[in-house]
């Protein structure tokens, strides 16, 4: 069992920056991968970042050069950093891990919403 809980959401200007922050406990020595997902209104969850075990990242096209995930490990916190945000960005963000027995874990979300 894994649990995950966001923090750092909230509402922005468009422009400004938040940075999302998942605190992870539990069984998280089996972690392979983690990321952030978002879902926004009306719309299917949507990957956002990963980072694997060795650092490896990866982004959704929508959020390169804007976005950058990475991970404390000695405080078994995950992190999104969000600049130059846009009112489509608006979406609650989820924290995922995957665990090498391929289970996942989600947490509950934290909203970010992106208005002037």
């Known amino acids: 069992q894994v649990q995950l809980v966001e923090s750092g959401g909230g509402l922005v200007q468009p422009g400004g920056s938040l940075r999302l922050s998942c605190a992870a406990s539990?069984?998280?020595?089996?972690?392979?991968?983690m990321g952030w997902y978002r879902q926004a209104p009306g719309k299917e969850r949507e990957l956002v970042a990963t980072i694997t075990t060795v650092d490896s990242t990866n982004y959704a096209d929508s959020v390169k050069g804007r976005f950058t995930i990475s991970r404390d490990n000695a405080k078994n916190t995950l992190y999104l950093q969000m600049s130059s945000l846009k009112p489509e960005d608006t979406a609650v963000y989820y924290c995922n891990v995957l665990l090498a027995s391929d289970k996942s874990y989600w947490g509950k979300g934290t909203p970010v919403t992106v208005s002037s």
């Open positions: 539990g069984n998280i020595f089996s972690i392979n991968a």
